[in-house]
């Protein structure tokens, strides 16, 4: 089977709060619409580069109560630190890195949706 990864959707009912989150943490802008959007439908690139995969922000209904959790896992290439002093820059907050059980340093954080960020 011949397949490529896309991209994650993400739905939230305050669609905009999510996208401004991803914004700050620097994620590139592909399209943005009006908040008042029926869909909102705004994306961001999770890497740089033609193709590649792409978070795209829906409104969630407002008659859907599913919650559904996404779990992104980012290399840091080695710079963890830089990594968490850029987040906390932004002005999002968020724990300071940890060593995991397995030996390796892990940061943590979660988008205002609910949906956790790795970084490893």
């Given at each position: 089977?011949?397949?490529k990864f896309r991209g994650i959707n993400i739905?939230?009912?305050k669609p905009e709060v999510v996208f401004e989150f991803?914004?700050?943490l620097g994620f590139r802008v592909l399209e943005e619409v009006a908040p008042d959007d029926k869909w909102y439908g705004s994306t961001l690139a999770l890497q740089d580069g033609a193709n590649e995969p792409m978070i795209w922000i829906w409104r969630q209904d407002d008659e859907d109560n599913t919650i559904v959790c996404n779990r992104f896992v980012f290399s840091a290439n080695g710079k963890i630190d830089e990594?968490?002093?850029d987040i906390?820059?932004?002005g999002i907050e968020c724990k300071p890195p940890f060593t995991a059980v397995w030996g390796g340093r892990e940061l943590i954080l979660h988008d205002p949706a609910g949906n956790e960020l790795l970084f490893l």
């Open positions: 089977m011949e397949v739905y939230s009912k991803y914004k700050k990594v968490y002093e906390i820059a932004a």
